[in-house]
């Protein structure tokens, strides 16, 4: 079985750090495209950050830019969503997915349909 699974979500307070990560087991993730999505209550599964199978693109959403960093150690089989200045507004569950290496990262986090696995989440909660 192909699994992704998240790791590293809590609680924090507004202005905190926290560091997701992504480990896969059964594949090498180094094969694919590699995206952080989150769902808020009520809301829908939206695209966060998303990272090419060689690291060398990145696409983030205009929520997070400049406080979030996706970065992946393919050598580790892991990917990494390092949050910083986190905001109430972050609050949702975060799931890791997995996308064909040749899916472009802008695609990636603008198309959920795009995605082949996604992992069961992290949740990630912001709140004084």
């Known amino acids: 079985q192909l699994q992704l699974v998240e790791s590293g979500g809590g609680l924090v307070q507004p202005g905190g750090s926290l560091r997701l990560s992504c480990a896969a087991s059964?594949?090498?993730?180094?094969?694919?495209?590699i995206g952080w999505f989150r769902q808020a209550p009520g809301k829908e599964r939206e695209g966060v950050s998303c990272i090419s199978a060689s690291g060398g693109s990145t696409e983030y959403a205009d929520s997070v830019k400049g406080r979030f960093t996706i970065s992946r150690d393919n050598d580790k089989n892991t990917v990494y969503l390092q949050m910083n200045s986190l905001k109430p507004e972050d609050t949702a569950i975060y799931y890791c997915a997995a996308s064909h290496l040749l899916t472009a990262v802008q695609r990636m986090c603008a198309e959920k349909s795009s995605v082949d696995y996604w992992g069961q989440g992290t949740q990630v909660t912001v709140s004084s």
């Open positions: 059964g594949f090498r993730l180094e094969y694919y495209a």
